[in-house]
Structure formats: structure tokens, C-alpha cells
């Protein structure tokens, strides 16, 4: 099913974004009722899916040739909500 690498680097992608949604849900938690347990593993998870896009993202870029501008700003969606969403339609479809 997600044979290539460019494949397995948008589910990521998906993943992390889906990650960075969940800490809307899980601050509030956190920090207006005194139930930080879930931000505790929504951070893990997204720690370690944001480790995973980096890496998979130096895989695609050397595997497909990106040119350094689309590697920028394909790192740079990965630090703003619904940015992996965004690069997924713009950048990462080839």
C-alpha cells in the first residue's frame, strides 16, 4: 500500500498534523481542568512523528531531487497547525 518513500513521508505528514490538532484538545485539558495525562502522550507521539517526518523528509528530498526551496518549506509546514495538510495538496503530490 505505501510502497515508496515519498508514500510512508505523507502519512507522516498526516500523522503529525493530526498530532499538532490533538494539542488543541489536550492543552485546554492540561491546563483549565488539571488532567495532563493525555498532553503528556499527545506530546510523546508527536515528538517522535516530528523526528520521523524529518527524516523521512531527507529521504524524499535526496530519493526525488526536491529542489532546497520546496525541502524549506516542506520542513517549514511542519511547524505550523494544518501546515502538513496544506504542503500535502501544494508539495508533496508529485
Not at 12 to 24: H, K, M, T
Not at 35 to 58: C, Q, S, T
Not at 81 to 93: Q, V
Amino acid at each position: 500500500m505505501f510502497k515508496t518513500t515519498l508514500d510512508k513521508f505523507r502519512v507522516v505528514a498526516f500523522l503529525e498534523g493530526c498530532s499538532f490538532i490533538l494539542f488543541g484538545i489536550t492543552m485546554p485539558l492540561k491546563y483549565m481542568l488539571g488532567f495532563p495525562k493525555p498532553n503528556y502522550f499527545v506530546g510523546m507521539a508527536h515528538g517522535v512523528l516530528f523526528i520521523a517526518y524529518v527524516v523521512l523528509l531527507a529521504l524524499v528530498v535526496i530519493q526525488y531531487k526536491w529542489p532546497m526551496k520546496k525541502a524549506i518549506l516542506a520542513f517549514l509546514a511542519s511547524f505550523v497547525p494544518f501546515g502538513t495538510f496544506y504542503a500535502d495538496k501544494k508539495l508533496f503530490r508529485e
